[in-house]
């Protein structure tokens, strides 16, 4: 006859470090609501292609003009810095020009922000259509 195994209270210090083990006595987080306003990246990527679109680069990199798939969707202010994915903070670039982008951000982010600004009111303004243009 086999001898049965004597259950060991728990000690209450012991029972509080594996407190998070036990699944149960945790209440289910809550997400967070989601916003109707806020959209997704395809739907940036969409509204960002339709607003480069005067410059003549639909769906094309802004800086080089070589035509997607395969482009990547930029934010000008980084998102460790609070940006986020939103048509007035994204452009579209190729691996290259994206890497390039990234190699140098002093000089990129105030060209792309002046881009960005110029295409809400001026297009022909935008100091990337005067680039193309020359």
Do not use: F
């Amino acid at each position: 006859m086999a001898l049965a195994k004597r259950k060991k209270p728990i000690p209450e210090w012991r029972q509080s470090i594996l407190a998070h083990h036990n699944r149960r006595d945790h209440p289910k987080k809550k997400r967070a609501p989601v916003d109707p306003e806020v959209m997704s990246k395809e739907k940036v990527r969409a509204a960002v292609s339709e607003r480069d679109a005067t410059v003549g680069a639909h769906n094309c990199c802004l800086l080089s003009g070589r035509p997607g798939p395969g482009l990547h969707l930029h934010r000008i202010i980084y998102g460790s810095q609070g940006g986020k994915y939103e048509v007035d903070n994204c452009v579209l670039l190729s691996y290259d020009m994206h890497a390039l982008v990234h190699s140098n951000k002093r000089v990129w982010q105030p060209i792309l922000l002046d881009h960005i600004k110029a295409m809400k009111y001026e297009p022909d303004m935008s100091p990337i259509y005067q680039a193309r243009n020359l």
